[in-house]
């Protein structure tokens, strides 16, 4: 969270919120099994390259040998994590986004 800093952190937790909130709506008027894949996909890429500007590493070649951080603390697993659960129909209406891009910022 130091690299990214509170206004940064606020900035991607509400860009996060309001992709939720579109993929909830578009969901609910029955045109979201076509549109929120898209959507996610920008999403991620998005999200993806707002932590590589910051500096956030995503691990490496390291991952999962003894003595590693674990797979689950690399912000780019929760995201792509996120992204599995936005490609579901109809799943895709929870608040999946915002919940990773805040469990990212914490193990960021």
Request: glycine share 12%.
């Amino acid at each position: 969270m130091r690299r990214i800093g509170w206004i940064g952190s606020a900035l991607m937790v509400g860009v996060a919120a309001l992709v939720d909130g579109a993929q909830g709506l578009l969901t609910l008027l029955g045109i979201g099994i076509v549109l929120n894949i898209p959507i996610s996909i920008v999403a991620w890429l998005t999200f993806y390259l707002w932590f590589k500007m910051k500096g956030v590493s995503f691990g490496g070649s390291k991952l999962g040998q003894s003595g590693s951080p674990s797979l689950v603390r690399n912000p780019l697993f929760i995201v792509a994590a996120a992204l599995g659960i936005e490609l579901i129909p109809f799943v895709n209406a929870l608040p999946a986004w915002t919940a990773a891009i805040i469990t990212a910022l914490l193990v960021a």
